[in-house]
């Protein structure tokens, strides 16, 4: 597994374009990573996913044109770049990764919040 770890949370105004940030460590090869959040009372959700092999990006369609995913390789950190973002954006978010293309990720973050203030 990969020990993950995110930053970058915190109190946002509306419109506001902060990153987040995820830093692997132990398994640093890791085809698939991805962001997810849980707003209070709802389920955990995919927000966005990048496969390290080909560069393809998957986004949910409530972030779709506002967030950007993004991974360096080198010093194994993924983003997660926020813009345009709403009190409906919300949420702690979570870090994922995963050895394998398809299936569940094997490894999560322990989360950073993020709240938006209209």
């Known amino acids: 597994q990969a020990q993950l770890v995110e930053s970058g949370g915190g109190l946002v105004q509306a419109g506001g374009s902060p990153r987040l940030s995820c830093t692997a460590s132990g398994r640093t090869f890791n085809l698939r990573m991805g962001w997810f959040r849980q707003a209070p009372g709802k389920e955990r959700e995919l927000v966005a996913t990048i496969n390290r092999i080909t560069g393809y990006r998957y986004y949910a369609d409530s972030v779709l044109g506002r967030f950007t995913i993004s991974r360096d390789t080198d010093t194994n950190i993924l983003y997660l770049q926020m813009n345009n973002l709403k009190p409906a954006d919300t949420a702690v978010y979570y870090c994922?990764?995963?050895?394998?293309?398809?299936?569940?990720?094997?490894?999560w973050g322990h989360g950073t919040q993020v709240t938006v203030s209209s």
């Open positions: 994922a990764a995963s050895p394998r293309d398809i299936g569940t990720y094997d490894s």
